[in-house]
């Protein structure tokens, strides 16, 4: 058993996903709409914009990103932007296959050794997506407030002091 998982650790890498490339975005979004449809069902709407994004607006997002891949699969994509020493994380995202295996702590730690001169981190999610802000708090990031949508979505904000 132990054997096993060892080999299991060698084959997952955290790799960038050059998002311009049409299989990639492809490939993006379809772990994208498999995870935010476990969100959409924990905040009780499927009304959020990352389900119905094309490949080509996702090409067009300006966001940088990086995949966990667990063998050839990808299990988990993070993507963000730098704004001078704050990394604002935009999509953290598990395929549900892959959940509670600690691949989006490993996919922020990545994002967080390769900026050691960031200062904060930031994210948001749906406030009632309980495993995702019990997973920021776990991680340090603070509560930062939150807003309420016309439509009733509450989005929860956090914010993670890194110096």
Avoid: W
Avoid at 60 to 67: D, K, L, R, S, V
Avoid at 138 to 153: D, H, N, V, Y
């Amino acid at each position: 058993m132990e054997q096993h998982k060892e080999n299991k650790t060698r084959a997952a890498k955290i790799v960038p996903i050059i998002i311009s490339e049409r299989k990639a975005a492809c490939e993006v979004i379809a772990l994208q709409r498999v995870s935010y449809q476990v969100e959409a069902e924990l905040i009780g709407t499927n009304d959020i914009p990352p389900l119905k994004e094309t490949a080509e607006e996702l090409s067009a997002c300006g966001e940088t990103f990086i995949g966990y891949y667990e063998r050839e699969n990808l299990a988990g994509v993070l993507s963000y932007k730098l704004n001078g020493s704050q990394i604002d994380l935009h999509r953290v995202m598990v395929h549900p296959d892959y959940f509670r295996n600690g691949i989006a702590g490993k996919l922020l730690d990545a994002v967080e050794v390769k900026f050691p001169e960031a200062r904060e981190m930031i994210v948001s999610t749906g406030a009632e997506n309980l495993p995702a802000v019990r997973l920021y708090e776990k991680l340090g990031f603070l509560p930062a407030g939150e807003i309420i949508f016309m439509s009733g979505l509450k989005i929860a904000h956090f914010k993670k002091q890194l110096k």
